[in-house]
């Protein structure tokens, strides 16, 4: 086997150390039915020649004695597989949490190259095949070549040249073996990378449907698919048609190896240097050596298969991560919600700056509205205050404190983001509002009241133990967003980061919403990224950002008087009435 071929799973090495008793067990097991192999090669000596002669008493004798050794083999065979399969299956697991976890650090501008079908089929479809081969490899690989060894070293005691003759041709095999796996290897990579080609338009479809169907553009749709799914069937007939060539010709290789041991043994026999007995172990101890090699090219294929997938698991680790916390993070106390930034620059390619030399000041309690034409930084201003991305140029404070310094989790307690689209999580409407952070039920409910939520998650059936289901498709858009409202208050945030819905509810549905906005964004400081009339009256201050800069800045009135980017904004209805 190629070196490379295992390098890969060796690193998993140190996810199996933990299970070293279970797999010391397994492997005692695996000795137990290995170690019965030369025996019974031996037994079948005795027996073959004895039938032969009609000794009815030795046959006897050692027919009961194979039967026992048999056994005690499918005992120790079956403790073998269950001892194996619990490390087998627990690492698979553990490296799917692994990456998992990986996933949830990922920094989001990768996040963004990974397609969601692609990172899926990898966490589900290659996590299972690396699972596969792992168990493959520790009840069937092991013991294989265990075996191999064993029936090996019983040949070569009962006669050396024969032993020496069948060895020669042995590399014949697997020279035939390793010239088709790297083949084999390729085959399959390319097909695996189809199937998440497949899995991630099938993403995009399922996610785009209305949309295609708005267009009318189904056909085109089918038209992809069915070239994608084509080129998937052609990928994996490569692979199969390989693999369907592998197994005759090294079936044929084989039959033509025993062939010629048998005439050589028939040639040993006449010269006397070996026994009708010991030949007769000799073709048994052969024969048992045909099962553990066919096992281990299937076996051997599966791994290249395997490493295909483990080394796109593993690409997942190569991708970049958010940035850590500082060594020496500062507490974050009692915060009071005093922004600022000084001299920001950033761009998300250094070179093209999206944020340049921004000077904000927020005070504590202050609304500020952020308006601007899309593009113009807004969002990329509220990852920079969240700490999603750093300033190349530049600080942002959080009451005095640079972002950099602090922990992530802290800071994200004391800023809060209620964003543009209201996505929860399925589960129950008390977790969709605490979100993982542990809260008591009063808590969640006090956010929901603050949110203008409780009066309507109280008139359901079960109240605050009702299911969300996927995406919230149970909740109306209105309810979403004072849900995600109610979501965001519970930790108490200093400041509000608010990305306004562009769409319009119906009227009754938007008060709803206003007023629940209205109760959250007491005595907080508060940023939004506007697009009401309504939003940027009720500020204390506009901010109009365009290309990266804060071009103007006022109240509505202001601002409107003065007839710059404001009023044509306005104007260009890119902030609208509210219904
Ligand atoms: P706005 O919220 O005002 O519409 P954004 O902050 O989303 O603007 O985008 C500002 C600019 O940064 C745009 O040119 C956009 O294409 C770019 N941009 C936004 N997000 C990313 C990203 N993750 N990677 C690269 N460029 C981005």
Known sequence: MRASSLAGFRRLWPLLKPHRRRLLAGGLCALVAVASFPLLALLAGRLLPAIGAGDFRTVLRSVGLALGLFFLQKLAQFGQDVLLAGPALQVSQDLRRQLFGRLQQLDFSALETL???????????????VGEVIYKTLHDSIPCVL????VLGLMVWIDWPLALATILLAPLVALLVSAFGARVMAAAERSQTKVSEVASLLGEAITGLPLVRAFAAEPWLQRRFDAEVDLHRRAR???????????????????????????????????????????????????MMIDPISHLTTNYNELQ????????LRAIEREPVEPPDPPHPQPLNS???????????????????VLREIDLWVRPGEVVALVGPSGAGKSTLFSLLLRFN???????????????DLRARELRQAVALVPQQSSVFSGTVAEAISFGRPASLESIQAAARLANAAGFIEALPESYNSRVEERGANFSGGQLQRLAIARAVLGNPAVLL??????????????????????????????????RLSTVQGADRILVLEAGRIVEQGSHGTLMGRGGRYR????????????
């Open 498 to 531: 608010l990305d306004e819905a562009t769409s319009a509810l119906d009227a009754e549905a938007e008060e709803a919403v206003q007023q629940g906005l209205k109760q959250a964004m007491r005595g907080r400081t508060v940023v939004v990224i506007a697009h």
């Open 147 to 150: 075996q191999l060894v064993a």
């Open 335 to 353: 915060v009071r919600g005093d922004l600022r930034l000084e001299g920001v620059s950033f761009g998300y390619n250094p070179a093209q700056p």
């Open 115 to 129: 397609s969601t079908g692609d990172l899926t089929y990898r966490l589900t479809g290659d996590a299972d095949r």
């Open 237 to 287: 007939y490569e692979t199969l048609r390989l693999q369907a060539l592998q197994h005759p010709v090294v079936g044929f290789i084989e039959a033509a190896g025993i062939l010629a041991v048998l005439l050589i043994g028939a040639a040993r026999i006449q010269s006397g240097g070996l026994s009708g007995q010991g030949f007769a172990s000799f073709i048994t101890a052969l024969l």
């Open 568 to 579: 044509d904004l306005c104007q260009r209805q890119l902030i609208h009435m509210d219904p």
């Open 305 to 312: 298969q395997g490493q295909a997938s483990l080394n796109r």
């Open 390 to 404: 750093t300033a190349q140029k530049g600080r942002v404070l959080l009451d005095g404190q640079d972002l950099a």
